[in-house]
């Protein structure tokens, strides 16, 4: 009887030592947040974050060579600013897949006229010096970080990788301390402009 009772007993563990016996198996992976891909909408939006931050530390490039003392400081600040921007930017597309961030296209005929109507301001701009080329840069500064801080409403809203969508707003924050500036440093500029000289003895 007891012998019938051990081999009973020992085919009923027989299962369950083969089951423990088994590898478990692992668990399917799916790409997290941080490191899936960028979609092809969030491409286009590093593209066009990619070019504003190059343009921007071009024109603070000549508002060092040609503007004067208190916009050379200005432009300082952009070039530091934008090149930081940019390259966190490229860190941050490099870990999603992106080697390279591609060229902005634009997506309308309305960007399309506007980035011409850029590159002829810019071009305009590297012609001037000192006040002219003051006021002329500064009105472009202004113009521009007001479109790109709307837009960047829009980014954020459409953005689908969530790391994009912080560094569009931190960006943003950015973008309006630039514009602020910017707006300070014209209005300087019109009232001194506006204060009439003292007469020469």
Not at 126 to 142: H, N, P, S, T
Request: glycine letters at 2%.
């Amino acid at each position: 009887m007891k012998i019938k009772s051990f081999v009973f007993a020992t085919i009923l563990a027989l299962p369950l030592n083969a089951f423990a016996e088994e590898p478990t198996p692992p668990k399917p992976t799916t790409p997290t947040e941080k490191s899936a891909k960028l979609s092809d909408d969030d491409v286009k939006i590093v593209a066009h974050i990619h070019h504003v931050n190059v343009m921007q530390i071009d024109l603070g490039k000549q508002a060092k060579l040609k503007g004067t003392a208190a916009v050379k400081r200005f432009g300082e600040t952009l070039i530091k600013d934008h090149t930081t921007a940019d390259k966190e930017l490229a860190a941050m597309a490099k870990k999603k897949g992106l080697a390279k961030i591609p060229a902005a296209e634009p997506a309308t005929e309305a960007d399309k006229a506007e980035m011409k109507q850029q590159k002829e301001s810019i071009a305009a701009l590297k012609k001037l010096k000192g006040a002219d080329f003051d006021r002329e840069y500064l009105r472009m500064v202004i113009d521009d970080h007001q479109k790109e801080l709307a837009k960047s409403d829009v980014f954020i809203a459409s953005a689908q990788d969530a790391d994009l969508k912080t560094m569009i707003e931190a960006n943003k924050t950015t973008l309006q301390r630039h514009h602020d500036a910017a707006k300070e440093l014209q209005q300087g500029e019109a009232q001194a402009s506006a204060t009439p000289k003292a007469p020469k003895n």
